[in-house]
């Protein structure tokens, strides 16, 4: 028997959903105070799958897909798989009309495997090998966005037929986020820094080789950026080094790809990006450089990853204890952590955390969410409120954590990744099964 049944009144008390900042939009509790999500309650998910276990909501990612295109109609939005490259995803944001970039090998396979037409993929990254860059032309990828001079030398000697390129520039924006992060700046690893010597000779290199064509420029200027002004400044600045290139070499460049890095709010009140501003902004900005150099409008591509997948996502952890430490800390440590969570040990993410099972209707503490991995700095989320009652065996629900969870996702401690399991429309299916003891003793060839 549950509080809802010895007091039925409680039930008009309770919200009817989630703070939409950081939730999907169908996520609501039920009659028995559960939270579902997709039409599933997430205790149900646990007791099915187990825990640390991700959760999806399809619905979620698609109205994501349907959010760009309509507040970009005329660009082409490019969906980032590093965020969350799985073949479902890959098939749901092809489905809605995105193209999609991927950064390895592996992720070419993966959206290959999906269906995803190989001229709508971009292949990026800033160390591609010999054999990645063999694999993209011989797949036949669309574009293939040009990080360094080697590059351009192992391309003319793979390209059988004209290959299309984006040179990738550093525009020199700091928007002042975390370090690792920051990729718009001029002195990183990312590209060339726009206006260079070494970003003129690029552009010289890949004009002489007959199999490449330079179709535009690429740049991208961090993650979580929430202002869209830093992307207007981005396009002023990409518009007049396509103006320098159409003054030096007499050929006008059609495509600018303004990367992403769009803000998503992972805790009640962060600031995230307002697509329609930055429709605006990015618009204005294209005016108005365009007919200060007397240059055609370039088409506009994007890449959003995070903004298309982080809110989708839901992970469920059972808490395996609680301890109070006199003076102190009140520790809840769960069944999962740092191996499915490196954000918070990377960038010093902050997530909120709520009770999955039951609606509490009573006092709460300040707890420390802590992870089961044998390190001081596994913590998944800290002073957040969880019930004062708490007990063993209940389910946690973390939000906002569809992206760059799975993708960062290790094995450390000998502990199998989580699953990945998909809601929709009341239903549940498993995309990706959790990694076994089994599985990771398959990858040894002996003593």
């Given at each position: 028997m549950t509080l809802l049944d010895i007091f039925p009144s409680l039930k008009t008390g309770m919200p009817s959903r989630l703070d939409p900042a950081v939730w999907p939009q169908d996520t609501h509790y039920d009659g028995d105070g559960r939270i579902t999500l997709g039409g599933v309650a997430l205790a149900d998910i646990a007791d099915q799958y187990g825990t640390a276990t991700y959760v999806l909501d399809e619905d979620e990612v698609r109205a994501r897909c349907r959010a760009y295109r309509k507040a970009f109609p005329e660009a082409e939005i490019i969906y980032a798989g590093k965020a969350l490259m799985i073949r479902a995803v890959a098939e749901w944001v092809t489905q809605e009309g995105l193209s999609v970039d991927v950064c390895s090998a592996g992720e070419l396979a993966i959206a290959l495997a999906a269906g995803v037409d190989p001229q709508r993929i971009v292949m990026h990254g800033n160390g591609k090998s010999f054999d990645e860059l063999e694999t993209a032309v011989k797949a036949g990828v669309g574009r293939i966005v040009v990080d360094s001079l080697t590059e351009i030398t192992l391309l003319s000697a793979l390209a059988t037929k004209p290959q299309k390129v984006l040179l990738r520039l550093s525009p020199g924006i700091d928007v002042h986020g975390h370090p690792a992060v920051k990729t718009g700046v001029l002195d990183q690893k990312f590209g060339f820094p726009i206006g260079s010597d070494t970003a003129a000779e690029a552009v010289e290199r890949i004009l002489r080789q007959s199999n490449l064509r330079l179709v535009g420029f690429h740049?991208?200027?961090?993650?979580?950026?929430?202002?869209?002004?830093?992307?207007?400044?981005?396009?002023?600045?990409?518009?007049?080094?396509?103006?320098?290139?159409?003054?030096?070499?007499?050929?006008?460049?059609?495509?600018?790809?303004?990367?992403?890095?769009?803000?998503?709010?992972?805790?009640?009140?962060?600031?995230?990006?307002?697509?329609?501003?930055?429709?605006?902004?990015?618009?204005?900005?294209?005016?108005?450089?365009?007919?200060?150099?007397?240059?055609?409008?370039?088409?506009?591509?994007?890449?959003?990853?995070?903004?298309?997948?982080?809110?989708?996502?839901?992970?469920?952890?059972?808490?395996?204890?609680?301890?109070?430490?006199?003076?102190?800390?009140?520790?809840?440590?769960?069944?999962?952590?740092?191996?499915?969570n490196a954000r918070v040990a990377l960038y010093g993410a902050r997530y909120h955390v709520v009770v999955a099972n039951r609606h509490p209707c009573g006092p709460q503490m300040t707890a420390t969410v802590a992870g089961r991995y044998c390190e001081a700095g596994d913590v998944l989320a800290v002073d957040v409120q969880l019930p004062a009652d708490l007990r063993p065996g209940e389910v946690l629900a973390m939000p906002c954590t569809g992206a760059y969870h799975h993708s960062l996702a290790s094995a450390y401690n000998s502990v199998g990744r989580p699953p990945i399991i998909a809601v929709r429309d009341g239903r549940c299916r498993e995309l990706i099964r959790r990694e076994t003891v089994e599985d990771l003793l398959a990858r040894e060839v002996g003593c």
């Amino acid at each position: 028997m549950t509080l809802l049944d010895i007091f039925p009144s409680l039930k008009t008390g309770m919200p009817s959903r989630l703070d939409p900042a950081v939730w999907p939009q169908d996520t609501h509790y039920d009659g028995d105070g559960r939270i579902t999500l997709g039409g599933v309650a997430l205790a149900d998910i646990a007791d099915q799958y187990g825990t640390a276990t991700y959760v999806l909501d399809e619905d979620e990612v698609r109205a994501r897909c349907r959010a760009y295109r309509k507040a970009f109609p005329e660009a082409e939005i490019i969906y980032a798989g590093k965020a969350l490259m799985i073949r479902a995803v890959a098939e749901w944001v092809t489905q809605e009309g995105l193209s999609v970039d991927v950064c390895s090998a592996g992720e070419l396979a993966i959206a290959l495997a999906a269906g995803v037409d190989p001229q709508r993929i971009v292949m990026h990254g800033n160390g591609k090998s010999f054999d990645e860059l063999e694999t993209a032309v011989k797949a036949g990828v669309g574009r293939i966005v040009v990080d360094s001079l080697t590059e351009i030398t192992l391309l003319s000697a793979l390209a059988t037929k004209p290959q299309k390129v984006l040179l990738r520039l550093s525009p020199g924006i700091d928007v002042h986020g975390h370090p690792a992060v920051k990729t718009g700046v001029l002195d990183q690893k990312f590209g060339f820094p726009i206006g260079s010597d070494t970003a003129a000779e690029a552009v010289e290199r890949i004009l002489r080789q007959s199999n490449l064509r330079l179709v535009g420029f690429h740049c991208h200027l961090g993650s979580q950026i929430h202002d869209p002004d830093h992307y207007g400044e981005a396009v002023r600045r990409m518009v007049a080094e396509m103006a320098h290139v159409r003054q030096d070499h007499g050929i006008i460049l059609t495509e600018l790809d303004l990367g992403g890095g769009h803000a998503v709010a992972y805790r009640a009140g962060d600031a995230e990006m307002n697509l329609s501003e930055l429709a605006d902004i990015i618009d204005d900005a294209l005016d108005a450089a365009c007919a200060r150099h007397h240059f055609p409008r370039p088409a506009i591509a994007m890449e959003p990853g995070r903004a298309i997948v982080a809110r989708a996502g839901v992970t469920l952890y059972r808490v395996l204890s609680i301890k109070h430490v006199a003076d102190g800390h009140s520790y809840v440590t769960v069944d999962g952590g740092m191996g499915d969570n490196a954000r918070v040990a990377l960038y010093g993410a902050r997530y909120h955390v709520v009770v999955a099972n039951r609606h509490p209707c009573g006092p709460q503490m300040t707890a420390t969410v802590a992870g089961r991995y044998c390190e001081a700095g596994d913590v998944l989320a800290v002073d957040v409120q969880l019930p004062a009652d708490l007990r063993p065996g209940e389910v946690l629900a973390m939000p906002c954590t569809g992206a760059y969870h799975h993708s960062l996702a290790s094995a450390y401690n000998s502990v199998g990744r989580p699953p990945i399991i998909a809601v929709r429309d009341g239903r549940c299916r498993e995309l990706i099964r959790r990694e076994t003891v089994e599985d990771l003793l398959a990858r040894e060839v002996g003593c």
